[in-house]
């Protein structure tokens, strides 16, 4: 059996050591696994500007079917989403289809 030299030999073995310890350094001071850099300073005293801020969805406490007591087209809007409304206020004004019922209806907050 023919040996390999010892220059290639070494070649391979300091390859083999640099492609772990190459992954690993690059880990250890770029990764998940880096120590948190901190700035120490003296405390002082300073006035805070109150600041809030967030991201979500307002949801209303109550929410309510409103649905028509007669069929007809609606001819009139009171309100846009997200307005306040009272009890008794229009929200929306329609016009019955047929003859008999042919008459403004409204529907009003409950």
């Known amino acids: 059996m023919i040996k390999p030299p010892?220059?290639?030999s070494l070649r391979f073995i300091l390859a083999g050591i640099a492609l772990v310890a190459g992954p690993v350094w690059v880990t250890a001071r770029s990764g998940p696994m880096t120590p948190t850099r901190t700035k120490v300073t003296a405390a002082s005293r300073a006035e805070i500007a109150p600041i809030l801020f967030g991201v979500g969805?307002?949801?209303?406490?109550r929410n309510y079917l409103v649905e028509p007591t007669a069929a007809g087209s609606v001819k009139h809007v009171h309100v846009d989403a997200g307005d306040v409304v009272r009890a008794g206020q229009p929200r929306v004004a329609t016009h019955g289809n047929s003859a008999q019922t042919y008459r403004r209806i409204e529907i009003r907050a409950p």
């Not at 969805?57 to 406490?61: L, M, T």
């Open 57 to 61: 969805v307002v949801e209303a406490h």
């Open 6 to 8: 010892l220059n290639q």
